[in-house]
């Protein structure tokens, strides 16, 4: 990586062959003939950092931005929830491999301490007493404000933060200035610290461009976690569930430009969870044919609410919670399509064939709309819940309904007399049973215009 042509990072493999930081591009060249140039990309390396401190806020909402791209997290609230700081790096270094970045990781008590020991990858320190040990033999160049002063410190045979911190105080001041102090008293506690923590933006879209031109659906998972590891971070930070969260596919530009394809989850159930979302997206990718090479990503999050607090019941419902079931639905949405996983909504109609609609899982429903238009002295009958696509005409034995055997009426009638406007049904319906013990939903057609007509008896539904 160069940077005004001169080398700014480079890879283990250059580093064998001779190259060191700060050496120009012709005399890597000679070492290195093989190697290849990239020019360093500040705008690039911000947006980079924006990400990875986005994703970073599910651990805590306190997290600040230092120098040479370095992020500060105070995850003292934190560690009992994360099981404590191993299992927390742990975490926090799988989310940054996912996210396809690297970085050292330390921890410290005071926030300019665990700084310098990831520049100086020199692990981590849970006390005072460890974090000055590390601190002391640790090179003084690591500070920023030594940096234009090395010679002078090599000259008087100053080398490390130790050796540093124990100069007298006015003469290193006079001699460095006031910022260097501050920086040792704060790597050791001895002055408060105060930080400007990155607040999330209100809304969320966050952008991945592709290193190569993508043809095959399922290879742009890996590029959509990244994405979703930023949405759970955002959701985090401010106390957000997602409902509904669109991936656009942004495809080739200039004069075969197309729109972008956007595929669109819609959950049951709010959620800020990346695992649940990433299995959606997976079953969503498996499905999608490209129409043309995908070269971006985007991730919306348009519609979003309050998140819910966990429940407060001691003992957890048999056979998972009410969350765990709306997974289960939405996950079989993505897989079997919208169509195809349905719910019953009931309907404000006195016909059995009208009283039920089926609708995919995601609309809301409630069942009190359904009976606002019914009268509230309605009587609670039964009714079956295995209703016949078609009712089936019944013969007549011994004045009575056969269906298998002459069914004997159980219960008292209930009269239908609706549909006017479309499909007009004049209807008795009965409880029946049967010599098997069985129990039949019928019905016999009234005409009111011709008392002489022949009575018909049909079956309309099986009850459990």
Request: aromatic content about 6%; overall charge positive.
């Amino acid at each position: 990586m160069l940077e005004q042509e001169r080398v700014a990072a480079l890879s283990e493999a250059a580093r064998a062959a001779g190259v060191e930081p700060g050496m120009r591009r012709g005399g890597a060249l000679m070492l290195a003939p093989q190697a290849r140039f990239q020019q360093r990309a500040p705008q690039r390396e911000a947006e980079a950092l924006q990400a990875v401190a986005l994703a970073l806020l599910r651990y805590t909402p306190q997290l600040a931005q230092a120098e040479e791209a370095t992020l500060l997290l105070d995850v003292g609230a934190s560690l009992r929830l994360f099981g404590g700081v191993r299992a927390l790096c742990r975490d926090i270094a799988a989310s940054l491999r996912a996210l396809g970045f690297t970085a050292a990781l330390s921890c410290a008590p005071t926030a300019r301490g665990a700084w310098l020991l990831a520049r100086a990858n020199a692990g981590r320190a849970l006390t005072m007493a460890a974090l000055t040990r590390r601190l002391r033999r640790l090179p003084v160049g690591l500070l920023p404000p030594a940096r234009p002063y090395l010679d002078w410190f090599e000259g008087i045979g100053c080398l490390t933060l130790g050796q540093a911190r124990a100069l007298p105080r006015p003469g290193l001041q006079r001699r460095c200035g006031r910022a260097l102090l501050d920086m040792l008293d704060d790597a050791h506690g001895e002055r408060p610290e105060l930080h400007q923590w990155l607040a999330a933006p209100a809304s969320f879209r966050a952008k991945l461009e592709l290193f190569d031109r993508v043809e095959n659906a399922e290879a742009l998972l890996s590029g959509a976690r990244r994405l979703l590891l930023q949405l759970t971070g955002w959701l985090s930070a401010r106390q957000l569930a997602v409902e509904r969260v669109v991936l656009l596919l942004e495809h080739e530009r200039g004069r075969v430009a197309r729109a972008p394809t956007a595929i669109e989850v819609v959950l049951a159930e709010p959620t800020w969870r990346d695992e649940h979302l990433v299995r959606l997206l997976k079953e969503r990718l498996a499905k999608q044919v490209l129409e043309a090479p995908v070269i971006g990503l985007c991730l919306e999050a348009p519609r979003v609410t309050p998140m819910t607090p966990p429940s407060d019941c001691l003992f957890p419902e048999p056979g998972g919670g009410k969350e765990d079931w709306q997974r289960l639905l939405e996950l079989l949405t993505a897989r079997l399509g919208p169509e195809n996983v349905l719910q019953a909504a009931p309907r404000a109609d006195y016909r059995p064939e009208h009283a039920n609609a089926w609708v995919g899982v995601q609309q809301k429903i409630r069942p009190a709309d359904a009976r606002a238009q019914l009268p509230p002295d309605l009587p609670s009958l039964p009714r079956p819940a295995w209703l016949l696509a078609k009712p089936i005409p019944l013969l007549m034995r011994e004045h009575r309904p056969f269906y298998g055997s002459p069914l004997t009426i159980v219960s008292t009638g209930e009269k239908i007399e609706a549909g006017w406007w479309a499909e007009m049904q004049t209807r008795d319906y009965f409880m029946a049973e049967g010599r098997d013990h069985a129990h039949y939903w019928l019905y016999r057609e009234r005409d009111g215009n011709d008392p002489e007509a022949v009575t018909r008896w049909y079956l309309h539904g099986l009850f459990g």
